[in-house]
Every structure is written in structure tokens, then in C-alpha cells.
């Protein structure tokens, strides 16, 4: 399947089935300048989007763990690295927004964490923000596909503000998502 975008709600969350959250950054339909990182309160980087964030961005990477290490990174709250400005043109990340969808890596991640996630994201992120979401907790989390789409649409929606959200997922959890 070729990677394609469906709004969800149109000037607000669109679904990107597989596209890259990192490499699809460069076109104008993407204009996220923040990246979720679905991770994991130990500052364990093994799969997933928080082994991409290891590898592309490391002093990221040593910072989540550092979070982790003084509990910043708890079930219910998140934190944000920033990044320093890039001369890329196409580069126009500026965050990454660590938000645990479990505590220990080895165990699956919870729809409650995610609704503890969403709560503190809604109260303490800006809204205005254009932010790019993995689908949370339904990679190695093992959370079901519709479960993780139909919160994150519940929770983003309710955001009042002009930010944009995209939320990023292979065909197989879109398809299982019902959208």
C-alpha cells in the first residue's frame, strides 16, 4: 500500500498511514513542528519511535533519560526536549514531546496511561502547537488500533487552539482503527 493522509478533521488531525513521521516533514502538508515520542518511564529506547529519536537524535535521547532518571517522565505527565534551530530548510522540528504510554519497557502500555497522558497534554501543552503523533501505545504497547485512534481523536479534537495534529500509523492499524 502507498502511503497517503485522510483528514480526520478537516484543519485539524489528519491521519498519515504509512508515511515516515520524521521524513515527511519537508512537504507542506505536513506542517508539524513537534514530534510525540510514545515511550517508556525507565529511559529504555529498544523499538519503535523511541529507537528512531535514539538514533537521529541523541542528545535527545540522553535527556529523556534523564527525565527518567529524576521522574520529569511519569505515567501522567510528559516533557519536551528541544531542539536547537537547524539551517535545513525542510528541518522544521523544534521539540519532542516525551510521552509515556508505560512504565517499564517489558510491559504493555495501558489506555488509562494514555488517558492520564492526554489529560496533563490538554491542561499544559499549547494549543496552538502543529504536533506529529505515532498511534499511541498500538506499536510494541499492544493497545488495539481503534482503541488508541478513538482516544487521541476524543482528546485532540477538545483542543481549542489553531494547532494541527497528524497522527501517524501503518495501514494495518489504520485499517483496524475503523477509519
Known amino acids: 500500500m502507498n502511503s497517503f493522509y485522510k483528514d480526520i478533521v478537516p484543519g485539524k488531525i489528519r491521519a498519515h498511514v504509512d508515511c515516515n513521521i520524521f521524513e515527511d516533514f519537508g512537504e507542506e502538508v505536513t506542517p508539524y513542528t513537534y514530534i510525540v515520542n510514545a515511550c517508556n518511564c525507565k529511559g529504555v529506547a529498544g523499538s519503535g519511535i523511541s ?22 517522565i511519569r505515567i501522567g505527565s510528559l516533557a519536551t526536549s528541544y531542539l536547537p ?34 489529560s496533563y497534554f490538554c491542561k499544559n501543552v499549547p494549543s496552538n502547537l502543529n504536533i506529529a503523533f505515532p498511534l499511541l501505545g498500538a506499536g510494541a504497547g499492544k493497545i488495539d488500533p481503534k482503541q488508541s485512534m478513538d482516544l487521541m481523536i476524543s482528546y485532540l479534537v477538545k483542543q481549542n487552539g489553531k494547532g494541527k495534529y497528524g497522527i501517524y ?3 494495518e492499524q489504520f485499517i483496524k482503527s475503523g477509519l
Open 169 to 171: 500509523c501503518t495501514s
Open 51 to 72: 529507537k528512531d529519536i535514539k538514533i537521529r537524535y541523541p542528545n535527545v535521547f540522553k535527556e529523556y533519560k534523564m527525565f527518567c532518571k529524576n521522574g520529569s
Open 85 to 118: 534551530p537547524s539551517n535545513d530548510i525542510c528541518d522544521k522540528i523544534e521539540g519532542i514531546i516525551h510521552f509515556p504510554t508505560k512504565d517499564d519497557w517489558k510491559n504493555p502500555s495501558e489506555i488509562d496511561f494514555l488517558i492520564k497522558g492526554f
